[in-house]
């Protein structure tokens, strides 16, 4: 867990970026007209599932751009407690999503869950894509417990011990 506001910010850092590396995959996916993830295309009949690739795609491109706005709320947490709640329930969501994407995928590409679909054609590229989502997901995860942590041992900016003892009373 982020015991330092440096710690805090390259974990921080590091999930919001890889949260903007799956946007822009997205984009370029959209651009091409392609379903999947890099290195990992869908197959030929999920196409038939999807009115608008193009449209589907740059949904999750901006679903991409919100996590990486949840990641940055993370560098400094809102003093609201509500709000610091939420943007931490916000983060396990996502954190558990993308890990879910990681394992899969990497069940995919080790052969290993054939009914996720075929092995990657190139490999290369989806152990990058892999890579990336698991560096995303570790990021993600210490930031996200960090404030969890900092929220019960940290009073909120602006308060004296004094001051936050009279407001528990």
């Known amino acids: 867990m982020p ?5 805090r910010l390259i974990s921080a ?8 590396a799956y ?22 009949e999920a196409y038939a599932q999807v009115t608008d690739v193009t449209a589907a795609q740059l949904g999750n491109a ?6 990486a706005v949840v990641a940055l709320l993370l560098v400094r947490p809102p003093a609201a ?6 943007v931490a329930g916000v983060s396990w969501l996502g954190i558990a999503m993308v890990g879910a994407g990681v394992i899969g995928f990497g069940a995919r590409a080790a052969g290993v869950a054939p009914g996720l679909g075929e092995r990657p054609p190139h490999m ?4 990058a894509a892999l890579v990336v989502g698991a560096l995303w997901v ?3 995860s210490v930031a996200a417990a ?4 900092g929220a019960r041992t940290t009073p909120p900016t602006g308060t004296t011990s004094t001051t936050r003892a009279a407001r528990t009373r």
Not at 124 to 127: H, K, L, Q, R, S
């Open 3 to 7: 015991r330092s506001p440096r710690s």
């Open 13 to 20: 850092l590091t999930a919001c970026a890889g949260a903007l």
């Open 23 to 44: 946007t822009v995959s997205k984009v370029d996916l959209a651009r091409d007209g392609e379903l999947g993830m890099p290195g990992f295309p869908a197959p030929p």
């Open 62 to 67: 901006g679903l991409g751009l919100l996590m």
């Open 81 to 86: 407690r509500w709000l610091r709640r939420s």
């Open 124 to 127: 290369a590229t989806a152990v």
């Open 138 to 140: 570790a990021g993600w």
């Open 146 to 149: 960090g404030v969890m942590r």
